[in-house]
């Protein structure tokens, strides 16, 4: 009843000026993105958006400028050079409102590129290993292509949707792209050690993918009855999950499960998920609901950032005027575990770059975009320590940070801080 056609086929529908949202992180359909971008001499003024996505962007080549526009509502480094060449802009926006840009047809979607695993006896696919907007964007777009992908699994929750729904598809048998997270540094081993020493037991995590976020895992080995509330997941979930260590049971939605919007991590990990009633996928507009993410007790947020300054703001999605990256679901989970019962907001951070610049300042730079403010700032973690801002005048939160800035540069940073306050 249902028949395949080629991606050349597939994405024909879309015309120029048309709005296509594909699918984010490690669910990109890179297929239909090759199809899609093939067409550059028909087309004209396609914009494309999304959030960070894997894998080659050849719409994103500043050359297909007249026919490809880049719309990124997170700034992976596949497109990060379209905001310099013209061909790419950047709308900033929390991750649990995103959904709300197709809803409210802020962004109307006229295409929706996505892909699925193979239908089940019942004929229903699952979204696999990403969700975020893509139920919004499925709900709204006039047309839906999907690629049905063998290798993709089959993830409980809310991304399933029937093969009836899709307007086209295409069959694939291709690996899911996997992120392999190096061991941590000396550095990043101690900053795991400061912030795994701030979680209770019975507390429900929410981290994203990276050194630190593992580091933090490593580390809870000898915690009890965790919990996982989180946009993002990844291996380092796993093993804790298997000794009991994480086992949801204090939760205060969604007990006796992991809920995420988002996985991205190994194979190990794509072989977990498949088909565990354990792990369970919601839309970003669930997850990222403050109002939500607030039930947990001891809801604990662990995010990262570019900079922050003496006042407490929290730079993250850019380096001076240089936009780098997106607001994302940081604040989102900040404010949720600030207002849950004995929560706890944390950005976690490195004292310096890797070139030796500090990442504690008197002030931020020029340009840079404050994700937190200083009023939602709670805790502040590097290598050489925790600053609790939360509850402190501005005078003390400059103490408390320069405390915990590189013993290089603490002296620089009072003296600037200080020097321009006197009247």
Do not use: W
């Amino acid at each position: 009843m249902y028949k395949a056609v080629t991606a050349e086929e597939a994405v024909k529908v879309i015309k120029s000026n048309d709005r296509v949202y594909i699918q984010a992180a490690a669910a990109v359909p890179q297929e239909l993105i090759n199809a899609m971008s093939a067409r550059h001499e028909e087309l004209r003024n396609v914009e494309v958006c999304h959030l960070h996505v894997e894998g080659k962007t050849p719409y994103a080549d500043p050359k297909y400028r007249d026919s490809f526009h880049v719309n990124s509502f997170f700034i992976g480094k596949n497109v990060r050079h379209t905001l310099k060449a013209g061909n790419g802009s950047y709308t900033p926006v929390f991750l649990s409102e995103v959904p709300l840009l197709f809803k409210r047809n802020i962004l109307p979607i006229d295409v929706a590129l996505i892909q699925v695993s193979t239908p089940d006896k019942h004929g229903y696919c699952s979204l696999g290993v990403s969700v975020e907007a893509t139920v919004a964007a499925i709900n709204n777009a006039k047309h839906v292509i999907a690629q049905i992908n063998e290798q993709m699994p089959r993830v409980h929750g809310e991304g399933i949707i029937h093969i009836s729904e899709l307007n086209t598809f295409v069959e694939v048998n291709t690996p899911i792209p996997e992120f392999i997270i190096p061991a941590p540094t000396e550095v990043e081993d101690k900053i795991g050690d400061y912030v795994a020493e701030l979680i209770d037991d019975r507390s429900t995590l929410q981290m994203g993918i990276g050194t630190i976020p593992n580091s933090v895992l490593y580390k809870l080995g000898n915690h009890k009855d965790l919990g996982i509330h989180t946009e993002m997941l990844s291996d380092g979930v796993i093993d804790l999950i298997l000794n009991d260590v994480i086992n949801g049971n204090y939760k205060g939605v969604g007990a006796g499960r992991t809920l995420a919007t988002f996985l991205a991590g190994t194979k190990r990990l794509y072989d977990y998920v498949d088909d565990n009633p354990f792990i369970e996928m919601r839309s970003c507009d669930y997850v990222n609901d403050v109002y939500v993410i607030k039930q947990n007790p001891k809801m604990v947020s662990i995010n990262s950032a570019i900079q922050v300054d003496l006042s407490g703001q929290v730079c993250a999605d850019s380096i001076g005027t240089r936009l780098y990256s997106g607001v994302g679901g940081q604040m989102d989970f900040i404010r949720g575990a600030s207002l849950s019962e004995g929560g706890k907001a944390i950005i976690a951070i490195s004292s310096t770059t890797k070139k030796g610049i500090s990442r504690i300042v008197p002030f931020l730079y020029k340009g840079a975009g404050v994700v937190t403010t200083r009023a939602h700032v709670q805790y502040i973690v590097t290598e050489y320590g925790v600053a609790n801002l939360y509850g402190k005048t501005i005078e003390q939160r400059a103490s408390e940070l320069i405390r915990i800035a590189h013993p290089d540069h603490r002296e620089a940073i009072e003296r600037e801080y200080f020097e321009a306050f006197k009247y």
